[in-house]
Structures are given as C-alpha cells and as structure tokens.
C-alpha cells in the first residue's frame, strides 16, 4: 500500500484547480465536418485573469464491441482520411441528432458490417478528448451478434468485415494492428465484463 | 476457439478496402491550435470516385505513465476548456519540431508536475483518432519517479498534481473518474508490462 496518508481529493501540491467560467461562444468555422468554436474563460484562481480557447463541436460518437456465439469480434477494415492508411476498428459513428445512444450504436453496427445483435449494454464511456473536443463516445457490448442484413454505406465509404477470435485481441493491440485510441479504450472496458 | 477457417487476412465478407490516392493538399484554415486541411482522394476500388476529406493536421503527442517507487501513479487535475470540466490524467503535450519524443514525453512530465525519473520506455503508440487527425500519440512509463524540480506552467495552464496508488486506477476508470480516451489507452499498454 501507499503511505500517501492525505485525502486523495486534495491535490498532492495542494494547488488549486477549479472550473472557468466560459463566455462569449462563437462559430468560428465550419468546414466539412468540423465546426471550431472560439470561447473566452475566466481563471478561477486569478482574478482578472482569461483566455481564449478553440475547440471542436461535436456530436456525441458510439462504438460497438459485438462478440458472434462462438466469441468472435466483429471487426472493420477502412481506409482513414486523417491518418492516410487502412485501419483495423471496431464498428461505430456519430449519434444523430435526438437519437438515444443505444439504438445510435446498433445502427451503426448493422449499416456498417450487416451485423445484429440479441443482447446490448453500455460497458463505458470516454472523452475523446477533453482538451479540444466537447464530446463523449459511448461503448456498447453486443451479444450474440449475427449477420441478418446487408450493409448500407455511404458513397465514400469502403469497409470490409473481419472476424477474429476474441482471444487474439490482445495479440492484435500489441502488435499495433489495433492501435485507434477509441478502439482501445473500449477494449480496456471490455476487460471489466465477466462474459 | 474459431471455426472461422479463412486466412485472417482476408475480410470475412470478401469486400476489397485500400489505401486510397491523395492528392491536392489545401490549406483551409489556421484557428487557435487547430490547422485545417482538406485533401481530394481517389478511391482504389471505384474508378472515377473522388471525395473530399477534411482532417486536422497536428503535432503528434506523447503522455506518461510515471510511477515512484512506492507503487503511486503521478496524475493531474487541470479544466480542460472543450469538455468543460476538471479531469484526471496522466501528464503529457506535443513533441515539439524535431524533439524525440522520449524527450519530448520527460519534458511534459517535469514542466506539468516536477517529477523526473531513472528509467524510461515506450510501451505503446495510438493514432489519437485515424479519422480526423494525422498524428500520433506514444505512450512512456517512467519508473522511480520523484519530485526533483518546480513545475513550469504555460500562462493559461492551471494544473494540480495528485499521487494516487497504482492499485487504485483500476477502480478510477471503472467509475469515470478517469475517462480520457488517451489515458485509458496508456493505462491499457501498462496492462501488458511486467512491473
């Protein structure tokens, strides 16, 4: 054990962080599918003290880990625009306007691999990236997957289904095949589901 | 195990993916750390189809996992202005123009918390988000780490650091009090160290 005998809610250097007050939302750009917004925020520590922040607006993201009866993952290969290379994810997207999480996470996973599932629980919930992004991704658990329909794809997207034994997931993050942070993060929750 | 008997490398559906042919980088726009840019790529399965894509072009990133040598984690508190709120992470930033980004990760950890340490290694890389960034995140764990020196905070930067024990970050992810996507990454490359 530790012999860190403070409470652990008092920072170690007894600093003091706190939340800023934003204000003065503004559009900044918007340019395909990234809108910037410019905020200003006043420190909570000194007075008089505030800057101006850029951040992305976005729509919260799901991603699905849906596992066959005969322990599967249910994985996709695309090519990436941002990093210029085909990568190896799991199935997910954008939750659309009013739409719940959930039913967001399964349609997606049916557009995307054809795959549906009998059984779904959200396992975790990440910040993409709290510094530049003001959304959260969703991971849902999907039992029993199975193939019952088609994939239904936008015109630029290109993905091909791969299953893997769930067992080599390890092996693939490891050796970098899997290596989208969101990917992983959910993978991480994975690890705290009795299956 | 399997019965999926098809060589791994192939898609289970058979669909054909690749590296699709950019072309024509533009500029879009320069907004506070954010730089836009907009590429027109061919795709390598259709001939004649032509997107436009946007993705941010960043630095690449580098975070930390320092352990002391009583088995604490160095974490910190700061507001991060695009999820609005305080989190709990791992220290960490971007490398720097032509900084190795093992120097580059030390850095971070020495200006954000003051703590340097004897030994260091890479135990993993991530695309932050292959879909809408270039770059790259490395994930260091230094151990024996010990408050050598003062933290040099940027101007806007407000940061608290707080030892927790190692055994305790299990439960601080389940209960998303750790809930960065990147963080949870690292914490999951820490998972395949033998300590």
Redesign the interface.
């Known amino acids: ?4 005998d403070q409470d ?1 809610s008092v ?10 007050n ?1 204000h003065d939302v503004e559009l ?2 918007e ?4 809108t ?1 917004r ?2 200003r ?1 006043a ?3 000194e007075p008089g ?1 505030v ?6 607006d976005a729509p919260d993201w799901v991603n699905v880990i849906a596992l066959t009866a ?3 993952i249910v994985l996709i ?11 190896l994810e799991i199935p997910g997207g954008s939750v659309d306007d009013g739409e719940d999480r959930v039913a967001a996470g399964l349609r997606e996973l049916a557009e995307e691999t ?1 795959y549906t599932g009998e059984r779904v629980e959200v396992i975790g ?10 959304n959260i ?1 969703t991971t849902l658990l999907v039992i029993n997957a199975e193939r019952t329909c088609e994939p239904v794809l936008d ?2 997207e ?8 769930l ?2 997931v ?1 092996e693939l ?2 050796e ?1 095949k899997i ?4 990917v ?2 959910a ?2 929750f994975l ?2 589901v009795d299956l």
Not at 77 to 87: F, K, L, M, P
Request: glycine residues 10%; proline residues 9%.
């Open positions: 054990m530790s012999n860190h652990p920072p170690a250097d007894g600093a003091l962080v706190g939340d800023w934003p900044l750009v340019a395909g599918i990234f910037l410019k905020i925020a420190s909570p520590t003290k800057g101006e922040f850029v951040y992305i005969d322990e599967q290969e695309q090519y990436r625009h941002g990093i210029g290379a085909v990568t054809g919930t990440v910040t993409p990236n709290p510094a530049i992004l003001n991704c015109t630029m290109e993905i091909a289904v791969r299953l893997e034994p067992e080599r390890p993050v490891r970098g290596d989208h942070s969101l992983i993060a993978l991480h690890d705290f």
